[in-house]
C-alpha cells in the first residue's frame, strides 16, 4: 500500500490527473488511511493500462470500453479489435491531414524564403479561404 505520490512515481501519471480519472470513475476511488488515499498493486495496473491507452490516443470513452473488456473474462478480444481498428483508422486519417497540412506550411515557409513584393506569405496563406 502505498500513497498518492508514490503512485504517480511509479506509473509516471501526474497526480492530478490521477484524481481526475478517480472523479470520472475511470479508476476507482482507493481506500483510505485517515485523510490518505492508499494505492495497492491492482491500482498500479490499472492506472498503467489507462496511460498507455491514453498516450496511444484513445478517448476517455474508448479507455472505460477498453477496461470494461480487459475485466470481463468472457469478453470477446473482437471488441477491442474493432475498437482499436476504429481508431487506427481515425489516426491514418489524421496522419493525412498533417500531411496535407505539412504541405501548406512548407510551401508557405519556403515562399517567405523568396523575395516578394507583395506582402507577407504567411498572411496570404492564412487569409485566402
Known sequence: MFAIGALSKITGCNIETIRYYERIALIPKPARRGRYRVYGLEDTDRLRFVRRARELGFSIEEVRTLLRIALTQSASCEQARMLAAAHLADVRT??????????????TVAACERDHDDGCPVITALSDS
Do not use: P, R
Not at 496522419?95 to 497540412?101: P, Q, R, S, V
Open 94 to 107: 489524421k496522419i493525412a491531414d498533417l500531411g496535407k497540412m505539412e504541405a501548406v506550411l512548407s510551401a
